[in-house]
């Protein structure tokens, strides 16, 4: 498994099967779907599972032997887990809530870790037709409307007034306090992985995220920030995020410049 290499080849078909998986969940997002809930009350829908099916296919086909840890797949156990020295990371609908109001800000999520870190992802928001690639050894791009690969990089330097991506969410009074730092904010509401993107082409300075996330919302747009020269810290540390946790929810952090984050309160 280990031996595993994220060639041109290899990283040319995974953005292939979060297209497949964008085109499926664009079929579903124009009719009037179902939502159902599941047992940790979050929404699914038919789009989450056949976004999943084909995902799951695509990636056996090019790796049969890597195994796939995915929000809609099957449970696996920890034990099993701690096995792994790499597998695919995988949220075959990242903003179901977002999918569900139709505002479009929604994303396919597909990583690969390597010692339970990302080292390749690919994030594909279907109906906004934007996709990001990063690999630690290749760097970070971004595509918009099917148009060529550019290179991105996240802001070296904090300027006024600091750029926030934050969550749709309600604000929390945890929230407030780390806004309180900043003589003058803008801030950008978004949905999904997308947050963590917009740190990563620099459009924005952070993504504090003080509430909770799943490691697959995660996994792919922190391979996409590390390649484009940026970090997600656990929040009140300067460690970055682990995974492969025996609990996969994620605690709070901030997404940003290294040097930038270290500056904050």
């Known amino acids: 498994m280990s031996n595993f290499l994220i060639s041109d080849e290899i990283i040319q078909s995974v953005i292939e099967i979060t297209k497949q998986a964008g085109a499926v969940i664009m079929d579903v997002y124009k ?3 179902e939502i159902h809930i599941k047992n940790d009350k979050s929404p699914v829908t038919e789009a989450d599972t056949r ?5 799951t296919a695509g990636l056996l086909k090019i790796a049969p032997d890597i195994p796939i840890l995915s929000e809609e797949g099957g449970d696996v156990s920890f034990e099993e887990r701690t096995k792994w020295d790499s597998f695919w990371m995988v949220d075959p609908l990242d903003g179901t809530k977002e999918f569900i109001k139709k ?16 080292v390749f992802g690919v994030v594909y928001a279907p109906a ?19 148009n060529s690969y550019t290179p991105i990089r996240v802001k070296s330097q904090l ?32 949905g999904s992985s ?11 300075h952070f993504y ?30 300067n460690k970055p995020l682990e ?16 040097n930038s984050i270290e500056s904050l309160n």
């Open 128 to 146: 906004l037709d934007e996709l990001y690639w990063g690999s630690v050894e290749k760097g970070a791009y971004k595509s918009f409307a099917g």
């Open 194 to 204: 997308l947050k963590i993107c917009s740190v990563a082409d620099g459009r924005v």
């Open 208 to 237: 504090p995220r003080l509430g909770p996330t799943m490691e697959w919302d995660t996994a792919a747009s922190h391979a996409v920030i590390k390649a484009a020269g940026g970090e997600i810290i656990k929040y009140g540390t």
């Open 243 to 258: 995974y492969n946790k025996e609990d996969l929810l994620n605690p709070e952090f901030i997404a940003g410049n290294l």
């Open 51 to 55: 976004a999943n099916d084909i995902i």
């Open 103 to 118: 505002n479009d800000e929604f994303t396919v999520n597909i990583a690969y870790m390597q010692n339970n870190q990302p």
């Open 159 to 190: 300027s006024n007034p600091v750029q926030l991506a934050t969550s749709r969410s309600h604000p929390s009074p945890k929230m407030d306090k780390f806004l309180a730092q900043f003589k003058k904010i803008d801030l950008h509401p978004m």
């Open 31 to 33: 009719t009037n779907f």
